[in-house]
């Protein structure tokens, strides 16, 4: 690794005395110097946190007196200042909005002064490919401004490593390092993407992405109102269509195609006008392939899930489809973000674990989070429980099964001898009753009127505690681990 990111550098420095392609002063003198110090939550300790830590990354001045930067940059942040480039005075500023799905997001400085004899840079439009751009940051390595230039490689969807959503990205050459990101990618003196992330290692040289503009624009347009609805998302399970005898089962021509749809989400707002075993054909009129691609501009195929993702939340789309070789037309309110029909959510930031705990059993939901914490980014799904790593990969929400509720640890007591050893199980029943989300879980838990608590969980092992010594150990089992309240805020209300 080390190797790796010293040939980066060197790179770096051979582009920087490159022919100059540079924007003009003003672009300069917008760009920005993020620090960020952030406190995580503890997912196997829900009610505490990590600690602080430091790090830094790169933003730039856009309209309003606002600075657009990455969410990863500002996540579960306690405190932030900016510093203008080739200034030394930091300034206090604190997050206006977070999109986390799209890896962007807005900071406000209260002292207006930060911004005098700067020029906000407007956002540009999508470039082409083999596009010269201009990357500004400030990549570890120095305290300086970086400037650096490339090319645009490519224009395609792929997964924002951030939040996991499938979005649109530019590919650059540019190399991006830690620091760089928040930084604007600039063409022609107008930001036409934010650097992210990139690819490091043996085997990858000189790639970096960039959140472009067209994602950019849909975030600014959804926060006009101040409040950050999201990606649109239509809750349906699809596959390709390029085997000839799949299209030939569903009775489609040799001149129509489209994908598959498998299943309707629950919640799905595509419920009571999409089927499964429908063949979706077409969205607002254009045309999907096979492949599931629909064309972004001539010669330029992407993801036909971008046709929804350019509409805003609650706007409509039309879609076409083929049911047992008849078209039929629907049109759907998109109501739903990306990602929200997961049974197991992507990682989670700026928003505490949903706990619950009672006898000294400690249960939560099961988000990406809590696997993560069993090892590094590289190698968590190597040690994590593998029936919990398979929810996460392949779980998929039905009416009866919402989220996934794991009982964490055992918070060990005279009252719990016997289950100390009983830890990551998937709860399945409370005093009879089934869970399919956390809240089932408290109300099978407080509404119960035996004798006994009974917990079972999807292999049927059961563990069964007495609710009056149950009721007698809350207080002093708080007290011993030191934990300030049985439940999560979220579920207070149970």
């Known amino acids: 690794m080390k190797s790796s990111g010293i040939m980066i550098c060197v790179i770096i420095t051979t582009l920087l005395f490159a022919a100059p392609v540079l924007a003009k002063s003003n672009v300069k003198e917008a760009v920005v110097k993020i620090y960020t110090v952030s406190n995580a939550y503890n997912y196997h300790e829900p009610w505490q946190m990590w600690g602080q830590k430091i790090f830094n990354g790169s933003g730039c001045i856009i309209s309003g007196n606002r600075i657009l930067t990455n969410a990863h940059v500002v996540r579960d942040q306690t405190f932030i200042q900016v510093r203008r480039s080739g200034e030394a005075k930091r300034y206090t500023a604190e997050p206006e909005i977070i999109a986390h799905e799209s890896d962007l997001a807005i900071l406000k400085v209260k002292d207006n002064t930060f911004f005098e004899g700067t020029e906000p840079v ?17 990549p570890e390595g120095g305290d300086k401004l970086s400037i650096t230039e490339g090319v645009v490689s490519r224009v395609e969807h792929t997964k924002y490593y951030h939040s996991s959503a499938y979005l649109l990205t530019c590919q650059i050459d540019a190399a991006i390092n830690s620091g760089n990101s928040g930084g604007p990618v600039i063409k022609d003196d107008k930001i036409i993407g934010v650097a992210f992330q990139g690819l490091a290692g043996r085997g990858f040289e000189n790639i970096g992405y960039m959140v472009p503009a067209p994602v950019i624009k849909h975030f600014l347009l959804d926060i006009k109102d101040g409040r950050h609805d999201g990606t649109p998302d239509i809750g349906l399970s699809m596959q390709k269509m390029e085997n000839p005898d799949m299209r030939r089962k569903y009775l489609m021509n040799d001149k129509q195609s489209g994908i598959l749809i498998n299943k309707v989400y629950p919640d799905s707002p595509a419920e009571g006008v999409v089927e499964a075993g429908d063949v979706l054909l077409s969205i607002e009129g254009e045309k999907i392939e096979n492949d599931g691609t629909i064309e972004l501009r001539q010669g330029e195929r992407t993801y036909f899930g971008y046709l929804m993702q350019k509409k805003q939340i609650n706007e409509s789309v039309n879609l076409e489809m083929l049911r047992n070789g008849r078209i039929r037309n629907g049109n759907i309110v998109l109501t739903k973000p990306v990602d929200y029909e997961r049974l197991v959510q992507n990682e989670r930031y700026d928003k505490p674990p949903t706990y619950y705990v009672i006898g000294g059993l400690v249960f939560e939901t099961l988000t990406l ?10 190698d968590w799904y190597l040690n994590a429980p593998k029936e919990l790593v398979n929810f996460y990969i392949n779980g998929e929400p039905t009416e009866e099964q919402r989220e996934i509720v794991v009982l964490v640890k055992v918070l060990a007591d005279e009252i719990n001898v016997g289950y100390h050893d009983f830890v990551d199980a998937v709860i399945s029943y409370v005093n009879g009753v089934k869970i399919s989300r956390i809240g089932d879980l408290v109300k099978g838990f407080e509404n119960n009127k035996g004798k006994y608590h009974v917990i079972e969980d999807i292999r049927g092992f059961k563990m069964v505690l007495e609710g009056k010594k149950v009721d007698e150990s809350r207080n002093r089992i708080l007290k011993k681990y030191k934990i300030g309240a049985d439940r999560s805020k979220d579920l207070t209300a149970f």
């Open 122 to 138: 407007e956002i540009g439009e999508l470039p082409e490919i083999k596009d010269k751009i201009v990357v500004y940051g400030f």
């Open 369 to 378: 989070n809590y696997l993560m914490e069993y090892g590094s980014e590289k």
